[in-house]
């Protein structure tokens, strides 16, 4: 589910390619996704919506998102993560963010406490001399800095990790994965389920 078009800006940061500006970056996800195997079975929408239980589409949108089993949700929207936590849904929500400049990824998730875990870590990590982040924009950043290896290391590690736990049998739990310059001076990666 996402909204947005594909913009050249985002070329240097995704695998889409220059022929794909200007289409739905879901459309082209679903034919990334076709073209791997054609049984996979992906349903696409629209963005979904912070919306509050008065809102009479409420109950069609929980029950939209109670077919799953897992819900990633890659933003840092405050109010997409408040109203995910009050609809207590079956399956388990999965929140994914980089930092600016890929320095973290964050994996939170709970039951009924995402927002407020996912604010105290953010504001833990993020650096003291700038806007702390930018709530229900979707950025850290307005001028996000990073490219496309320095997301793909950290998503793909981050992607592994949670697969690892469930071929084990293992609940996901929150957890961090931090950048980190080696004294050999070589780039590592730490994860660190104390968040």
């Known amino acids: 589910?996402?909204?947005?078009?594909?913009?050249?800006?985002?070329?240097?940061?995704?695998?889409?390619?220059?022929?794909?500006?200007?289409?739905?970056?879901?459309?082209?996800?679903?034919?990334?996704?076709?073209?791997?195997?054609?049984?996979?079975?992906?349903?696409?929408?629209?963005?979904?919506?912070?919306?509050?239980?008065?809102?009479?589409?409420?109950?069609?949108?929980?029950?939209?998102?109670?077919?799953?089993?897992?819900?990633?949700?890659?933003?840092?929207?405050?109010?997409?993560?408040?109203?995910?936590?009050?609809?207590?849904?079956?399956?388990?929500?999965?929140?994914?963010?980089?930092?600016?400049?890929?320095?973290?990824?964050?994996?939170?998730t709970g039951r009924g406490n995402i927002h407020t875990a996912k604010s105290t870590l953010y504001n833990k990590i993020a650096p003291k001399q700038q806007e702390r982040f930018f709530v229900a924009t979707g950025c850290w950043h307005p001028t996000f800095q990073a490219s496309y290896s320095d997301i793909g290391v950290l998503l793909h590690y981050c992607l592994n990790e949670i697969n690892l736990r469930l071929s084990k049998g293992l609940d996901v739990s929150s957890f961090l994965i931090e950048r980190i310059l080696n004294e050999s001076n070589s780039l590592g990666y730490e994860i660190s389920y104390s968040v």
């Open 1 to 108: 589910s996402d909204s947005e078009l594909i913009e050249p800006g985002n070329m240097c940061r995704s695998q889409f390619s220059f022929n794909a500006t200007g289409y739905y970056k879901v459309m082209e996800m679903y034919h990334t996704g076709f073209r791997l195997s054609p049984f996979v079975d992906i349903t696409i929408t629209e963005n979904v919506k912070p919306i509050i239980k008065d809102n009479p589409y409420y109950d069609n949108e929980k029950q939209k998102l109670n077919q799953f089993d897992f819900i990633f949700d890659c933003t840092t929207n405050k109010f997409l993560s408040i109203m995910l936590d009050r609809m207590e849904l079956r399956g388990q929500v999965i929140n994914l963010s980089i930092t600016n400049g890929a320095q973290h990824m964050t994996v939170v």
